[in-house]
């Protein structure tokens, strides 16, 4: 005859189980999903991608707002592994689903990729870029105003639009 079982013999495994999958390291994690949009930069540490939501008119100037979601797929961190970054991009009279709107490169001479993106076109062809530098000790991009950046209609960097 086989001995018999008690009632307790079947809660030790369920409850183990139950430990086991309710514990985030055992967890198997979900990588996060492919962004949707237009793929504007595809580099090495990270990925840029960016949709478009709205245009309207820009107050009484005749130039146009164009409102864009932007998604930026850091491809790999020391803490957190692939990260998503999602954020609103405004542009006047620009085109963010063109690629040449973007500019990648070490904007701030610490030896890591920053990116760039226009975010007005004077009515002369003058750019204006808005610049995001990556932090590396909380391992996410910041705005940096203080870094100023525009070229004229032929692309060459200039001091100021006029």
């Known amino acids: 005859m086989y001995p018999r079982r008690s009632h307790r013999d079947h809660l030790i495994p369920a409850f183990a189980l139950s430990v086991l999958l309710s514990v985030p390291s055992f967890a198997a994690k979900k990588p996060p999903k492919t962004p949707t949009g237009t793929k504007v930069y595809a580099g090495a540490s990270f990925d840029i991608y960016v949709t478009h939501k709205e245009s309207k008119p820009f107050a009484q100037t005749g130039w146009v707002l164009s409102i864009f979601e932007s998604t930026v797929v850091v491809h790999h961190t020391r803490k957190h592994g692939r990260q998503l970054k999602g954020g609103r991009v405004e542009a006047i009279d620009a085109d963010l689903l063109d690629p040449s709107m973007w500019q990648v490169g070490d904007f701030d001479g610490d030896g890591l990729d920053d990116y760039r993106s226009v975010s ?25 105003a203080k870094i100023a950046y525009q070229t004229d209609a032929s692309g060459k960097p200039v001091k100021t639009c006029r």
Not at 123 to 142: M, S, V
């Open 120 to 144: 007005q076109i004077t009515k002369k062809g003058c750019r204006i870029w808005a610049t995001q530098t990556w932090l590396p000790d909380k391992e996410r991009f910041t705005s940096s």
